[in-house]
């Protein structure tokens, strides 16, 4: 049974903006502008440059090979090899596990600040809810999802608001450390436009998805990029870069300077809504890659099974949760958080080559949505995105990416017990029904 097509541009790109602006950059904007000055507006400007590299490779292929199974299906179709195409599907899904771990475990610390709760029981229920959610289907996750955006973004436009009176008052090409600073803030805050490629997973669940995604992908990527920048050009137009950067709550404290009362519970509020997004989007975006694997055969059919009267995808639903609830157990989260930005990093790395390749190798080639900028067949953009993140992956330790093998070589583990086991039982059933016939 097919997934139900209910998701249009608008709820596609709420779901964009959702799982973009999480909770991280309440945090961000204070450490960015203390290493980049009153330019740290510069950083989140290329940081958005970055990302759209990669974010207009993802736009073709999803325009092309239209799929809940996003990453796999695009290396399948550029490499024909069902190892890798399984391998960066596994990443990416352990990345959403890791990932709708690590925010409910910072929403659960969040409100122990208001109500005394025990943090990882509290993740766990957090997951458990709202994957419960996920399976009263994509209309009803979407229109949940635009509320916790909606207040998400209120934080964010209070410092705007609050700092308008006060735009000109700093040279806002006053740099710290001149270009290496804006260059070190562009590497934290890059972090903060991650997850714009969730929208693919969604796709099975959009209407007119072929046209749609591409254009709703790119849509959330421009809006919270607007967003951002303001964000930082109110910031230190109302406190120091210096003060922002000693700050572990830069937003309250600007906002709390700029209108003289304390708004410390206002955005703690804020960013609880804002995790709850991100924690609803990752699940569902997990879920749905899991779902689009399954029916690549990457994964037991079983993953496949639709709940009838929601059309959500039950199985896959519980699969993710489990993964999300296993990944909250681990006592340092952040660490092996670090190493999901080298999956992400190695999973965007081959998105941009698979492009590359599917251009190179496939004259007939006829995508919805075509990057416009290129020499001959080959993509620019797609270059400068696997240059940049080829980059961002030197930058890890070793220990980093010793956990980044360990998941690799579990997914290889799970390939090739599918493998095995999997044909078997599809050779066996096809046996059947012929000595039936």
Known sequence: MALHKALNFFTLTMYGIGIIVGAGIYVLVGQASGIAGNGVWISFLLGAIIASFTGLSYAELSSAFPGASGEANYLKQAFGKDWLAFLIGWLVAVVGFIAAATVSLGFAGYL????????????????????????????????????????????????????????????????????????????????????????????????????????ALLASIAITSVIYVLVAISAVSIMSPAELGASTAPLADAATRASGADLGLVFTIVALFAMLSTVLVDLIVT????????????FPRIITKVYKKTGAPYVAVFVAMLGAIAMAFFSDISVIAKATTFLVFTAFLFVNLSLIAVRLKNQYYKPAFRIPLNIGRIPVTAVLGALTCGFMLLSYSLFEFGIAIVFTAIGLGIYTIEKKFGQKKTVHAKKRKWAVS
Do not use: C, W
């Open 112 to 215: 122990a600040k208001i109500i005394p709760v025990p943090v990882v029981l509290t993740a766990i229920v957090l997951i458990v809810l709202l994957s419960i959610v996920d399976l009263f289907g994509i209309t009803v996750s979407a229109k949940l999802n635009i509320v916790f955006t909606l207040l998400s973004l209120l934080g964010i436009f209070i410092i705007i608001a609050l700092g308008i009176p006060k735009l000109g008052s700093v040279d806002y090409f006053q740099l710290n450390n001149g270009i290496t600073g804006v260059l070190g803030a562009t590497t934290l805050i890059f972090f903060a436009y991650i997850g714009f490629e969730a929208i693919v997973k969604l796709s099975e669940e959009t209407r007119h998805a072929r046209q749609i995604v591409p254009k």
């Open 287 to 298: 879920s749905r890659l899991i779902y689009g694997m399954g029916e690549k055969r990457e």
